[in-house]
């Protein structure tokens, strides 16, 4: 691990230290909305927090630290908060944004999603199905409506400005639809 990766866990430890034990607990909202990184994705590497060798896990392991999270958040929200969790968009095997400048077609740009990635969603469906105020929701086929082909760039407009996060105009222009996708219809 080089001191950015430390740097990141510390700052995300601190900043999920800070949602459990304040703002939840004092802004006590209906719903939480809860999305992560892609966990198992190549390139990355999660170990259960109580491993001392560090070994990494699979996706069979993940269900059990998924559940454990949303049951730490609704105890967080004084069980009064439905919690969804969005499945991790897939990350890109590549900056998009670099692709798209050396590519001689916008096409060269698109990656497929990995068997990775379904597995893990299967896993993290199995951990919302055992807690009964929490549902999964996706944005997968608004950012990949060729799935299981994602393209850099979907009705003209960039999708992503890295690997993992998806372009501010991309987000503005879809706005709507997400908010519906992640909370339901109004």
């Given at each position: 691990r080089d001191g950015t990766t430390a740097g990141a866990e510390e700052q995300c430890r601190?900043?999920?230290?800070?949602?459990?034990?304040?703002?939840?607990?004092?802004?006590?909202?209906?719903?939480?909305?809860?999305?992560?990184?892609?966990?198992?994705?190549?390139?990355?590497?999660?170990?259960?927090?109580?491993?001392?060798?560090?070994?990494?896990?699979?996706?069979?392991?993940?269900?059990?630290?998924?559940?454990?999270?949303?049951?730490?958040?609704?105890?967080?929200?004084?069980?009064?908060?439905?919690?969804?969790?969005?499945?991790?968009?897939?990350?890109?095997?590549?900056?998009p944004l670099e692709c798209l400048d050396v590519a001689d077609a916008i096409e060269d740009c698109a990656f497929l999603t990995t068997d990775v990635s379904d597995m893990e969603w299967r896993a993290i469906d199995d951990a919302v199905a055992g807690h009964g105020d929490a549902r999964t929701a996706t944005i997968h086929d608004i950012v990949c409506p060729r799935a299981p082909v994602c393209d850099p760039v979907v009705d003209g407009m960039l999708v992503r400005d890295d690997r993992d996060h998806l372009y501010h105009g991309f987000v503005q222009r879809h706005a709507a639809e997400l908010v519906e996708r992640i909370l339901g219809p109004s």
């Open positions: 601190t900043l999920r230290a800070d949602l459990l034990e304040r703002v939840l607990p004092q802004y006590r909202p209906d719903i939480v909305v809860a999305m992560g990184h892609p966990a198992l994705e190549p390139g990355w590497t999660v170990t259960a927090t109580d491993d001392v060798d560090r070994a990494p896990i699979g996706p069979l392991e993940l269900t059990a630290p998924t559940l454990a999270s949303i049951e730490e958040i609704s105890v967080a929200a004084a069980e009064a908060a439905e919690i969804v969790v969005v499945l991790p968009l897939p990350s890109a095997p590549y900056d």
